[in-house]
């Protein structure tokens, strides 16, 4: 089914940064040919799209969420991170059932096509996480995920959490065996230790090991706020990250979340062995983290991309706030010629798709490559009259300008509404299942 992307400006992102006004052809799912001028020729396409008005661009890569956590929007704000995780994440993942899950990702999957993500790395929490991935399978969203791993003797991780470490990996595997590259290749696995005062060494090992030998990724937060790097020092005599590579977990398939702690010896160390970090603007300011040194991670020659984490940090998973926090930022110490506009467009497309080792398949307009490609809209009121479209992406644009979403070729979001998912139905099934899951939790729910 040929589908033509018609008289848009499109922002490639590719290697030399081309933007041109053109169509673009989507054929079997991918980018069949594009060009400027409007040259294709319409007869024999099955859909043509007007994108005239719109900038035409990969779909956003966020390489760090939690469709698991998307219900509990609201429940925990203005907590610090530890009290936030064991008095409200925790206790509240702990009460997630099947059903109660796939309406947190259902919601989570929903709100990121939405706005124009068309491709995540996500966290799960530790049971039932089938329902992910079979709502991702559903919805047609493009995702590496894992179940989340914890099996440290921990008096704070919830009964409902806690896991042996033989199970962790058992449970890990099968989820591996059946999703990995399920969906025609569009859902992967990550094996994913939520962080490291919430596992074992022995764990940790076992990730190393298990992940390699099935050529899934490891994805774990690090580096993320000054206590829990206290609190790993007092129990391991070292950061974190250096204890991460001590048992294996560093290196091109492995996804850090944060990197807020870095040294500037790290920094170059994950240069050089290819560690990916991503980089969450706003839930680290939210949790009072700090600010990711992105220039600084960048000029080292790391490899980072951008991601909203989780709803209960954020609190949305709006992948354009994320592209303006992260641009903002950079500058903030006065050089304002920090990660110009197109630099950081390409965080938010080709360089979260290098994070997860899909760059040779998305993150870019380029002819072959899988058309995740989205259009959006550069006319509206808070984005005219001036500005190069990049800037315009960057600074100004909001979810609400995304007027067309492919992931495959297949289109998810057309003009504005989502195709693949009842938009009011989730709703309303994400409100009824938040109230229960927070009962079951022992948490209020603000009315
Ligand atoms: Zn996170």
Known sequence: ?????????????????????????????????????????????TRVLDARGCAVMPGLVQAHVHLCQVLFRGMADDLPLLDWLRRRIWPLEAAHDARSLRASADLGIAELLRGGTTTVLDMGTVHHHDAVFEALRDAGLRAVSGKTMMDAADP???????????????????????????????????????FILSCTTELLRGVALHARARGAMIHTHAAEHPDERAAVNLLHGADDVDVLASLGIAGP??????????????????????????????????????????TKMRDAGMIVGLGADGAPCNNNLDGWVELRHAALLAKRLGDTTALPAREALRLATIDGARALGLDGEVGSLEVGKRADVIAVALDGLHAEPGGSPEAKLVYAAQSRDVRHVLVDGRTLVHDGGLTTLDARAVLATARSEAVKVAARAGVSVAP
């Open 253 to 294: 398939d492995v996804v850090l979340a944060h990197g807020v702690q870095l040294t500037p010896k790290q920094r170059r160390r994950m240069a050089a062995d290819g560690t990916r970090v991503c980089h969450c603007p706003s839930a680290n300011m939210k949790l009072g983290s700090g600010v990711a040194k992105l």
């Open 156 to 194: 704070t991780i919830p009964d409902g959490l806690r896991e042996r470490t033989d199970e962790s990996l058992r449970a890990s595997d099968a989820l591996c065996h059946r999703w990995h590259r399920a969906a025609d290749g569009r859902l992967r696995y990550a094996y994913s230790p939520r």
């Open 1 to 45: 089914m040929d589908l033509l992307l018609r008289g848009g400006t499109l922002v490639t992102c590719d290697p030399t940064n081309r933007v041109f006004v053109g169509d673009l052809l989507v054929r079997d799912g991918r980018i069949a040919s594009m060009g400027p001028d409007a040259r294709h020729d319409a007869r024999g396409v």
